[in-house]
């Protein structure tokens, strides 16, 4: 079975900065099409906020774009968001989410991690 567990978030001031960090782990994961970050706010519905194919290709939300850099490490099926100048509105639970996992034990179309709060303090 693929997992994908995340780590990262915090308390940061406004203006601040985070690097998230997520990895699949799971027996014999030979490929992963498209990575990615999702957040949710309280009262507010899950959110796209970044995603990288295999291939490098990045798509961001309007919100975070100049702020936030995604990447990736296919040799660690790993997935990273460093997010700068944070603000306020940036808080929330951070989920990263991994598509078209391919492995021994199987295909999966889509993995999320366990999510990880980040808190932008005013």
């Known amino acids: 079975q693929v997992q994908l567990v995340g780590s990262g978030g915090g308390l940061v001031q406004a203006g601040g900065s985070l690097r998230l960090s997520c990895a699949a782990s799971?027996?014999?994961?030979?490929?992963?099409?498209?990575m990615g970050w999702y957040r949710q706010a309280p009262g507010k519905q899950r959110e796209l906020v970044a995603t990288?194919?295999?291939?490098?290709?990045?798509n961001y939300a309007d919100s975070v774009k100049g702020r936030f850099t995604i990447s990736r490490d296919n040799a660690k099926n790993s997935v990273y968001l460093q997010m700068n100048s944070l603000k306020p509105e940036d808080t929330a639970v951070y989920y990263c989410n991994a598509e078209n996992i391919l492995s021994s034990g199987g295909r999966y179309r889509e993995v999320w991690g366990q999510g990880t709060l980040v808190t932008v303090s005013s």
């Open positions: 990288i194919t295999s291939g490098g290709r990045t």
């Open positions: 799971g027996r014999g994961i030979f490929s992963i099409n498209a």
